[in-house]
């Protein structure tokens, strides 16, 4: 997991400041799919399948990882303090129940959504906050990757309350970064998605919608 936020830093550029109230990050269109790079985690035995589709709410994202864990990074720079809000719609239609998500060997996630932030010269240096779908923990419960203390995850839905339904989370991204690592952060470096069954074996089916900036 360090590995794949070493190399989603690497290899963003940065971008214009957006000045909108909303800033839609993803389109989950089959052109931004080609576009975007499909990364394996180091030791990953597949590759999270990933394709879009569409219902009356607009496109989404389909992953499914069956012992698997890549993800995908996006070149974003999101200025905190006009927009501090992530705004994420997903479903999990397959979860991952029994597994401890705060040990190596259960680290995996049907869904989540990393916030990135450059903080130093290096990639060791950089910070997140991995906003995860949990299967087995509650809403609200967060701790230090087990792969670097430098990644928090954060619980913002769980599928004890919702599973296999569409739900809207919204987090301060601004807030959490002074929270989890004590930084007074202004802008966002980078944003990927990544489901993951790599640790577990497992498999899990997620979807993903409508993910954008907001200022409240």
Same mark, same amino acid.
């Given at each position: 997991?360090?590995?794949?936020?070493?190399?989603?830093?690497?290899?963003?550029?940065?971008?214009?400041?957006?000045?909108?109230?909303?800033?839609?990050?993803?389109?989950?269109?089959?052109?931004?799919?080609?576009?975007?790079?499909?990364?394996?985690?180091?030791?990953?035995?597949?590759?999270?399948?990933?394709?879009?589709?569409?219902?009356?709410?607009?496109?989404?994202? +389909?992953?499914? /990882?069956?012992?698997?864990?890549?993800?995908?990074?996006?070149? @974003?720079?999101?200025?905190? !303090? &006009?927009?501090? #809000?992530?705004?994420?719609?997903?479903?999990?239609?397959?979860?991952?129940?029994?597994?401890?998500?705060?040990?190596?060997?259960?680290?995996?996630?049907?869904?989540?959504?990393?916030?990135?932030? +450059?903080?130093? /010269?290096?990639?060791?240096?950089?910070?997140?906050?991995?906003? @995860?779908?949990?299967?087995? !923990? &509650?809403?609200? #419960?967060?701790?230090?990757?087990?792969?670097?203390?430098?990644?928090?995850?954060?619980?913002?839905?769980?599928?004890?309350?919702?599973?296999?339904?569409?739900?809207?989370?919204?987090?301060?991204? +601004?807030?959490?970064?002074?929270?989890?690592?004590?930084?007074?952060?202004?802008?966002?470096?980078?944003?990927?998605?990544?489901?993951?069954?790599?640790?577990?074996?497992?498999?899990?089916?997620?979807?993903?919608?409508?993910?954008?900036?907001?200022?409240?």
């Amino acid at each position: 997991m360090k590995l794949f936020i070493n190399i989603l830093i690497i290899s963003l550029l940065l971008t214009n400041f957006s000045l909108a109230n909303e800033v839609k990050v993803f389109n989950f269109t089959e052109q931004e799919l080609s576009e975007l790079a499909i990364r394996k985690v180091r030791g990953a035995d597949n590759k999270t399948i990933y394709t879009v589709g569409s219902n009356e709410n607009g496109n989404f994202l +389909k992953a499914i /990882a069956d012992n698997a864990a890549s993800g995908l990074g996006k070149e @974003v720079r999101i200025d905190l !303090n &006009k927009t501090p #809000f992530i705004n994420i719609t997903w479903k999990i239609e397959k979860d991952l129940p029994g597994i401890k998500e705060n040990t190596k060997k259960g680290h995996d996630f049907a869904a989540r959504v990393f916030a990135v932030k +450059k903080t130093g /010269a290096t990639p060791l240096s950089n910070r997140a906050i991995n906003y @995860v779908f949990s299967s087995n !923990n &509650k809403i609200g #419960f967060n701790s230090p990757s087990p792969y670097t203390k430098k990644s928090i995850d954060n619980v913002l839905s769980s599928t004890q309350n919702n599973l296999n339904e569409w739900i809207t989370v919204k987090a301060n991204v +601004k807030e959490d970064f002074k929270k989890f690592h004590d930084l007074d952060v202004n802008t966002l470096d980078g944003l990927a998605i990544m489901s993951d069954t790599d640790n577990s074996k497992m498999k899990a089916v997620a979807y993903y919608q409508n993910i954008y900036f907001s200022a409240k």
